[in-house]
């Protein structure tokens, strides 16, 4: 018999936990590691809702049908997300006896497609994980964190309902010849302050998850879920109660506060794998 957990929808990402996990010695066998999925949430939404401290308007009948039906992101918002994506890689590269593959060997590669890609694992998974919908580079998988670190435990069919993903990201290592593949998802939001209404600028608050999981399915690194939620240190623009990514100004402070959390992630994990 199917048995499946609910889970709770955005408000977990932004939870207030700290710290990021290795797992030994298995750690010690990568070397080398592909990034191959990188989501963002494709609704940017106020801090206070994200916290519940503010009723979301998008939850009504009609709102959800035309969130279901309608693509609400923007090219400022894939923008975002690719420089995020090219940022991690970068970081992950600079780690110490660490090599990350060009993302040409991860987008070409068919088992990725076949994978990542090709299906919608967001579509597939949404029911069971969240409502919210995510958005990726051109070629990158969009798989949402809960899919490789769900928040509980959670069985369907007697397994742990997130034991296939692993073992798929597993495989996946074999045809990239890595040690290891990462998941990872950045989850944008925003905050208003006392002169909002004057000055039209919102403060973008970001978040990041990270799995790295090996060739035998086993994450070997991984965040915790809101391990650290950072404000951006310049200003978005925001207009008709939207953050109006059309506006560089406001690609560009998404795009930093994704610099700071890619930072800030690095500190944290080179911090954990130099423990003995």
Known sequence: MKKIIALCGMALFFCSCAGVHVKQPEIGNVKKIAVVSVASNEEYKDIEEVEGKKENLLLTAVGNVLKDNV?????GQKTVVSH????????FDSVDGWEAIPFGEV????DVKETLVNKDLTETLKD??????????EGLGKLPYEAVKPNGIHYVNGERVEVATLRSLGKL????????????????AYKRGMMTKITGNVTPIVT???AVVDKDGNLVLYTDRGWEQLEGDQSAK??????????????DAYKRAADLIVEAFKKKATAKLSEK
């Open 71 to 75: 693509e609400i992101f923007t090219e």
């Open 84 to 91: 995020g994506a090219n940022e991690l890689n970068k970081m």
């Open 107 to 110: 987008i070409n590669n068919e």
């Open 128 to 137: 069971i994980f969240t409502r919210d919908r995510f958005i990726a580079p």
């Open 173 to 188: 290592c074999q045809s990239l010849n890595v040690d290891a593949v990462v998941v990872a998802e950045f989850l944008f």
């Open 208 to 210: 990041m998850n990270v």
């Open 238 to 251: 925001y207009a008709n109660s939207v953050v109006d990514m059309h506006r560089d100004a406001s690609v």
